[in-house]
């Protein structure tokens, strides 16, 4: 059957004449070109990609790290040279003011504080001897001062009692300073003395211990540091790193939020208490470049109350500093944009805003908030609802250049 149609079509088409032939043939090409163009050749792609300008909230956050800490933390530690003989606490060992932590063998500093005893009680001794010499040459001085004026002894008698009486004197003043000397050395042997026995200087928890018994312990321009104790561990601290840009944006009692890695599911908060005016600055080079960067510490309280916040754990931080509602906000990208054949450089910021029909057309802007995917519009001749250019489509673009239609490709 089908052989006799399209024989029938053949037989028909032969018996025209020439022009008849040749206008079908025309219809059939230019139907077979739009069947081509309608089924396979790809629609001409925009030379951009935009966005629309909308009104909408948006808020500035700052972003940071650092490490949980204790508000106040003490270092203990020995200052005096000997064996470790005893050690009473562990980590995390909870203690008291005055409690005792550890023992330093006292067997020299015990026979240094017997010695300064000793010394003492000898220097008490040498006084009271000077004291009686003294008083003696008082009186024989009066004595013979009077007989002198009553001319019954002659003046070298006198000015040797005057001697004996000066030479006393100045014993009397050595031997009271050897006493002073004497009780400060033993003062310092019996702090020493007491120092043989560690104490905890407050009421807390042990963070660290850096010794253990046997150790000798060797106190000399530096302290030999034992052990760290936290005063209170249901209040702490984050000290967060923040860049120069953004700690002028933080300040006193703002409200801070964190994540940390060991609770991966929940969100803590903090308050600032301190934005520290020291700074870290470093710097880093490459063959190339060289930069420098500047960092300050803010200081943030955390209630540790349910004890879940431990020493060393490291926060990840989000301090809101500024929110607004029903401004007008662009993508951060059309901030970027500039057309590939746009040659010009500007002073201000702008963005290039498409109309139906229009070439591009930049609008200079002023900006506000700048959040993580959209920037606040402040001023400038720019309206909701209008399309701005976020980037170029390269496949559009190309075929402009070029003055050709883009590559042809299956419709899907």
């Given amino acids: 059957m089908k052989i006799n149609i399209f024989s029938g079509i053949w037989n028909w088409f032969k018996n025209r004449p020439t022009w008849v032939k040749w206008l079908c043939l025309a219809v059939l090409c230019a139907a077979g070109i739009g069947a081509w163009k309608l089924f396979f050749q790809a629609p001409s792609a925009p030379l951009y990609r935009t966005a629309e300008v909308k009104t909408g909230d948006i808020e500035d956050i700052v972003e940071a790290s650092g490490p949980i800490a204790p508000v106040n933390t003490t270092e203990v530690g020995a200052l005096v040279s000997g064996e470790i003989l005893e050690i009473y606490v562990d980590y995390n060992t909870p203690v008291k003011k005055g409690d005792l932590m550890a023992l330093i063998d006292p067997t020299q500093i015990q026979a240094n504080y017997d010695q300064a005893v000793a010394s003492l009680s000898s220097a008490k001794e040498e006084l009271e001897s000077a004291k009686m010499t003294y008083n003696l040459a008082q009186i024989n001085l009066k004595r013979y001062q009077s007989l002198y004026d009553k001319e019954y002894v002659a ?155 431990m020493p060393g754990m490291t926060a990840t931080i989000t301090i809101k500093t500024t929110d607004k509602q029903g401004v007008l906000l662009v993508p951060n990208e059309a ?78």
């Fill in 155 to 309: 003046k070298t008698d006198l000015e040797q009692y005057e001697l004996e009486f000066v030479n006393a004197k100045s014993s009397l003043n050595s031997a009271e300073s050897r006493v002073i000397q004497a009780q400060a050395s033993l003062d310092s042997a019996k702090k020493d003395l007491d120092n043989t026995r560690i104490v905890s200087p407050v009421d807390g928890v042990v963070l660290t211990k850096k010794v253990s018994e046997g150790q000798s312990l060797t106190a000399g321009y530096s302290t030999p540091e034992m052990f760290t104790l936290a005063e209170d561990l249901t209040k702490m601290q984050i000290e967060a790193k923040v860049s120069e840009a953004d700690v002028v944006k933080i300040k006193e009692g703002q409200t801070a939020e964190f994540t940390l890695d060991g609770y991966p599911d929940e969100k803590f908060s903090g308050t600032v208490r301190q934005v520290r005016t020291n700074y870290t600055a470093s710097s880093s080079s490459s063959s190339s470049t060289s930069s420098s960067s500047t960092t300050y510490t803010v200081v943030i309280d955390v209630d540790n109350a349910e004890g879940k916040f």
């Fill in 335 to 412: 901030l970027r944009f500039s057309p590939s054949t746009n040659m010009e450089k500007y002073d201000t910021t702008g963005v290039w805003v498409l109309e139906q029909g229009a070439q591009p057309r930049r609008v200079p802007v002023s900006i506000g908030i700048i959040s993580e995917k959209r920037t606040e519009i402040t001023s400038g001749d720019l309206k909701e609802g209008q399309r701005v250019i976020v980037s170029e489509n390269k496949a559009g673009a190309s075929a402009a250049a070029s003055g050709q239609p883009p590559r042809p490709g299956r419709r899907r």
